[in-house]
């Protein structure tokens, strides 16, 4: 959408995830983010084919794009993107955002990212593209720090006033966790939005992890 001209532009949370589940860590990170900047809007992206887990089976597209629209669709200010989902290749940062800029050519871009995915920044294809496609927001998640040496050691190389670093209240949540939880019969309640229990036991997800399913996925 375009804005009219002289308008102040909009600021635009772009949120990336594999989302197998989306968790409460995630939509805490989104609105903590979107509070300290003021964002618009955070658009919630699920990937296609994630390249750093090539080395796990994840779950279908479809079944991560629906648990992210059930977890943010109470939330005015809670998108989801099938950019990634729709794009046929591997996903990478600047693909998102080259494509979210393109939908969205007069907003601001603020990707926001947990400490563990920052440390990888500096390989992460195209990166001197991606800042000037987007501000970058770190933040921080329990078992990364992000005070930690080695990601100083990273951030340190990076031009300057491109990521602004954010503690967030912490949650020590993963989707992993989630996995080997459902996979076990233990609980996921309260880790993740109620729906998305539901979603998770109607599609029988995880049971099964690594193994493929009847339905060919
Ligand atoms: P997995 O265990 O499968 O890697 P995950 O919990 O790390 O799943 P992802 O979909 O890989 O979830 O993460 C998407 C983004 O959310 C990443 O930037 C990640 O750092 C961030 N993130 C995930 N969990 C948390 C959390 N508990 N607190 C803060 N950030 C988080
Ligand atoms: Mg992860």
Sequence with gaps: MNEPPGAPSRRVGVMGGTFDPIHHGHL???SEVADRFGLD??????????????????SPAEDRYLMTVIATASNPRFAVSRVDLDRDKSTYTVDTLRDLKSQHPDAELYFITGADALSS????????????????????????????????????????????????PALAISSTECR????????VWY???????????KRDLYRRDGEPRPDGH
């Excluded at 080997?180 to 609980?187: D, Y």
């Excluded at 880790?191 to 036991?201: A, E, M, N, T």
Aim: glycine share 6%; hydrophobic share 45%; proline share 7%.
């Design 191 to 201: 880790l993740v939005p109620d729906g998305v229990v539901q979603y998770i036991s």
């Design 180 to 187: 080997l939880r459902a996979r076990e019969n233990r609980p």
């Design 121 to 168: 920044i500096l390989g992460w294809q195209d990166w001197q593209e991606l800042f000037e496609l987007a501000r970058f927001v770190g933040v921080s998640r329990p078992g990364f720090e992000l005070g930690a040496e080695h990601l100083a050691e990273h951030l340190a190389r990076l031009p300057k006033d491109v990521l602004t670093l954010v503690e967030i």
């Design 28 to 30: 805490v990170a989104a």
């Design 41 to 58: 809007e955070v658009i919630f992206v699920p990937t296609g084919r994630p390249w750093q887990k090539a080395d796990r089976t994840v």
